[in-house]
């Protein structure tokens, strides 16, 4: 039966102050088995040796899912909380129409030794004294696990400042705090008991456009705004949530490790019109609503989080699954396209379907195998996959298998049992 966390869906759509609203994107499912799909790619743990390595072709990045407390929901709605979604602009090269989660590509001056003269405030004296080290020893792949130079930050933290930046030129919310409250964080992720954390809020509209202005054109603005400002970027409200690398679909593949951060109120959000035609505050079930009806478009990894967090209705859920996954280490989750006769399988390690050695750097294209999904399933009893049909709005989350590193897995349903409960 189709859980009752697909019900009752409200959702709140901001279209920014700068933008006309945002026209519905349609794909069609040779664009979508390409774009999306891709082709097929490995999932890589750290102490592995691929091809890639020396094949490199895709840009390191980070990626924040922002949930945020509710207090407006109605009552009948299962979730407390809403997540931040950004429509990429239409013409954008890089997921254009698209709704993703804030991020971007990771800037030289996230790995800067001069954010020390920052943090030593907090009595943070050398780059290894940030609170992550004791995940050396568990798995590790991906931009997290790559080799820097050792008078640089190290990646867990340069990868959530370029989170926390990304967010900040996105979406105008800064994920920074005062001296004490920074402290009340650490303190806090060293105890593990966790609170939702807050934004920044007291900068005027000119000084912050004025300062996201100079950020965008030069990253190291960032550091010299937090230093004029006297506050820190709270990295320690950042929790490692999944690693995943673009199937390679064109010139462009990003290699993106998504943070989790949990909000004490839904803050206002200011897009940058360059890049983002709107935002909106949505709980799980909304999103992926939406995106089955043709109003927005998602790409996989954020319906995967959507369908993983359909069961965790309240931000408290959130929060202590961040809490618990937190030390587990991760994987590179990198998805392998099959075209049937009647769908499309995006197939996930642990599934049957799911290669035992493929190249990173692969450029064959989506295989075609002559079978039904039903002669597919007879064969693979072993499932976690994404099945699309018809233009891709159309499809089905199966996982039936134990995911590594304590990660929740994507409640299973079909689309079509929810447009049918939504209309009955």
Same mark, same amino acid.
């Given at each position: 039966?189709?859980? +009752?966390?697909?019900?009752?869906?409200?959702?709140?759509?901001? +279209?920014?102050?700068?933008?006309?609203?945002p026209?519905?994107?349609?794909?069609?499912m040779?664009?979508?088995s390409?774009?999306?799909?891709?082709?097929?790619?490995?999932?890589m743990?750290s102490?592995?040796?691929?091809?890639? !390595?020396h094949?490199k072709?895709?840009r390191d990045?980070?990626s924040?899912?922002?949930?945020?407390k509710?207090?407006?929901?109605?009552q009948?709605?299962?979730?407390?909380?809403?997540?931040?979604f950004?429509?990429?602009?239409?013409?954008?090269?890089?997921?254009?129409?698209?709704?993703?989660?804030p991020g971007?590509?990771?800037?030289d001056?996230d790995?800067?030794?001069e954010?020390?003269?920052?943090?030593?405030?907090?009595?943070i004296?050398?780059v290894?004294?940030?609170?992550?080290?004791?995940l050396?020893?568990?798995?590790?792949?991906?931009?997290i696990?790559?080799?820097?130079a050792?008078d640089?930050?190290?990646n867990?933290?340069?990868f959530r400042?370029?989170?926390?930046?990304?967010?900040? !030129?996105?979406s105008?919310?800064?994920i920074?705090?005062?001296?004490?409250?920074?402290?009340?964080?650490?303190?806090?992720v060293s105890?593990?008991?966790?609170? /939702?954390?807050?934004c920044?809020?007291?900068?005027d509209?000119n000084?912050?456009?004025?300062?996201?202005?100079?950020?965008?054109?030069?990253?190291?603005?960032?550091?010299?705004m937090c230093?004029?400002?006297?506050?820190?970027?709270?990295?320690?409200?950042?929790?490692e949530?999944?690693?995943?690398?673009t199937p390679?679909?064109? /010139?462009?593949r990003?290699d +993106?490790?998504?943070?989790l951060n949990?909000l004490d109120?839904v803050?206002?959000?200011?897009?940058d019109?360059?890049?983002?035609?709107?935002?909106?505050?949505?709980?799980?079930?909304?999103?992926l609503?939406?995106?089955f009806?043709?109003?927005i478009?998602?790409?996989?990894p954020?319906?995967l989080?959507?369908?993983?967090?359909?069961?965790?209705p309240?931000?408290?859920?959130?929060?202590?699954?961040?809490?618990?996954?937190?030390?587990?280490?991760?994987?590179?989750?990198?998805?392998v396209?099959?075209?049937?006769?009647?769908?499309?399988?995006?197939a996930?390690p642990?599934?049957?379907?799911? /290669?035992?050695?493929v190249?990173?750097?692969?450029?064959?294209?989506?295989?075609?195998? !002559?079978?039904t999904?039903?002669?597919?399933?007879?064969?693979?009893k072993n499932?976690?996959?994404?099945?699309?049909y018809?233009t891709?709005?159309?499809?089905?989350?199966?996982?039936?298998?134990?995911?590594?590193?304590?990660?929740h897995p994507?409640?299973?349903?079909?689309s079509?049992?929810?447009?049918?409960?939504? +209309?009955?």
């Amino acid at each position: 039966m189709l859980s +009752t966390r697909l019900r009752a869906l409200t959702f709140t759509c901001r +279209t920014s102050r700068y933008l006309v609203k945002p026209r519905a994107v349609k794909v069609c499912m040779d664009q979508f088995s390409e774009s999306v799909i891709g082709l097929p790619c490995t999932r890589m743990q750290s102490t592995a040796a691929t091809d890639a !390595e020396h094949q490199k072709h895709w840009r390191d990045a980070a990626s924040l899912m922002v949930c945020a407390k509710d207090y407006n929901q109605p009552q009948n709605s299962v979730f407390d909380y809403r997540m931040l979604f950004l429509k990429r602009q239409g013409g954008s090269n890089v997921f254009g129409g698209t709704s993703v989660f804030p991020g971007g590509v990771i800037d030289d001056a996230d790995f800067s030794p001069e954010w020390m003269q920052l943090y030593r405030a907090l009595g943070i004296e050398t780059v290894d004294s940030f609170g992550w080290e004791h995940l050396k020893n568990k798995p590790r792949a991906g931009p997290i696990a790559s080799p820097r130079a050792k008078d640089l930050l190290p990646n867990d933290v340069a990868f959530r400042l370029c989170a926390i930046r990304e967010t900040f !030129e996105e979406s105008g919310i800064l994920i920074a705090s005062s001296h004490d409250y920074v402290k009340q964080s650490m303190k806090r992720v060293s105890a593990k008991s966790f609170a /939702p954390s807050s934004c920044y809020t007291e900068l005027d509209e000119n000084k912050f456009l004025e300062w996201r202005q100079r950020i965008y054109n030069d990253a190291n603005q960032f550091l010299v705004m937090c230093k004029e400002l006297d506050i820190f970027p709270n990295l320690w409200s950042l929790f490692e949530l999944s690693n995943t690398l673009t199937p390679r679909a064109g /010139p462009r593949r990003y290699d +993106t490790i998504f943070y989790l951060n949990t909000l004490d109120s839904v803050p206002e959000v200011i897009i940058d019109e360059r890049e983002m035609a709107n935002d909106q505050w949505l709980n799980p079930a909304e999103g992926l609503q939406l995106h089955f009806k043709g109003d927005i478009n998602l790409y996989p990894p954020q319906l995967l989080e959507c369908a993983r967090f359909l069961d965790f209705p309240g931000l408290t859920d959130v929060q202590n699954y961040g809490a618990k996954i937190m030390d587990e280490g991760m994987d590179i989750s990198l998805p392998v396209g099959y075209r049937l006769k009647d769908c499309l399988i995006h197939a996930y390690p642990g599934d049957d379907c799911y /290669p035992k050695n493929v190249s990173l750097a692969s450029i064959s294209k989506v295989p075609k195998l !002559e079978e039904t999904e039903e002669d597919n399933l007879r064969r693979c009893k072993n499932l976690h996959r994404i099945t699309f049909y018809g233009t891709g709005r159309s499809l089905k989350f199966d996982c039936n298998i134990k995911l590594p590193h304590n990660e929740h897995p994507p409640q299973n349903f079909s689309s079509q049992d929810w447009v049918d409960q939504s +209309t009955a």
